[in-house]
């Protein structure tokens, strides 16, 4: 048990347009969900909490409206990259957590590159 | 301080080798530590919960030490594909919606 999926895998894309990422518990309902970005070679870096049927809470410096999350289902949240810039080329994980102690089950991640 | 810290070594050893980490937290009050793996260019995997009373998973053993405030790894007899990134991570609280804090992750190098 606690798959995560994550949808797509990679994405190339002209700048200016926007991206949309899914993420999906296979066989357990999360009702938290978390966005992550990683730099090559470099920590995990959270974006923001994903709850289901409220707003997302977003990390300081992490631009909102840059990054719309939307958490339809206790199985499935999205990540919106709008406007891509080239610098906003990264990897970004989601992850889901089901138990009490908050251990958090990954994606296996979606490789932006924005030209 | 961070609130999360680790040796970003890399750690190189020969197969075989027993190697350990350890990563530093700074909240007192956690409850939930966790060591996950990364290989590059992939997503972490959970590799082991630590309980307070330790514990141990074939070749790897983690415990908790609340009195300095670190968990450990161990790998015995390292093999070559243990070769990864090891973050461990934090929950202040035994509570899924909070986030975990993650160290900077470690690096192992097994050679033959």
């Known amino acids: 048990g606690a798959v995560v999926s994550q949808h797509p895998s990679r994405v190339i894309c002209k700048s200016g347009t926007s991206v949309k990422i899914e993420c999906r518990s296979l066989d357990f309902q999360a009702t938290t969900m978390f966005w992550y970005r990683q730099f090559p070679k470099k920590s995990l870096m959270l974006m923001a909490t994903?709850?289901?049927?409220?707003?997302?809470?977003?990390e300081q410096g992490v631009e909102k409206d840059k990054f719309l999350i939307n958490h339809a289902s206790l199985t499935l949240s999205t990540l919106t990259v709008t406007s891509a810039h080239p610098e906003d080329s990264s990897f970004y994980i989601c992850?889901?957590?089901?138990?009490?102690?908050?251990?958090?089950?990954f994606g296996p991640g979606t490789r932006l590159t924005v030209l | 301080r961070k609130e999360v810290e680790q040796d970003p070594g890399p750690f190189n050893v020969p197969e075989g080798a027993t190697v350990a980490f350890n990563c530093t937290y700074s909240n007192s009050a956690s409850q939930s530590f966790f060591w996950y793996r990364q290989d590059c260019r992939k997503e972490p995997k959970l590799l082991m919960s630590v309980y307070s009373s330790g514990n141990e998973d074939g070749r790897f053993t983690a415990q908790l030490n609340r009195a300095s405030q670190y968990i450990s790894l161990l790998i015995r007899d390292s093999k070559l594909s243990d070769s990864a990134t090891y973050l461990c991570?934090?929950?202040?609280?035994?509570?899924?919606?909070?986030?975990?804090?993650f160290g900077g992750g470690t690096r192992l190098m097994v050679k033959p």
């Open positions: 994903s709850n289901e049927g409220s707003k997302a809470t977003y």
């Open positions: 992850s889901a957590s089901r138990s009490a102690r908050g251990e958090q089950f």
């Open positions: 991570a934090v929950n202040p609280t035994n509570n899924a919606g909070n986030m975990l804090t």
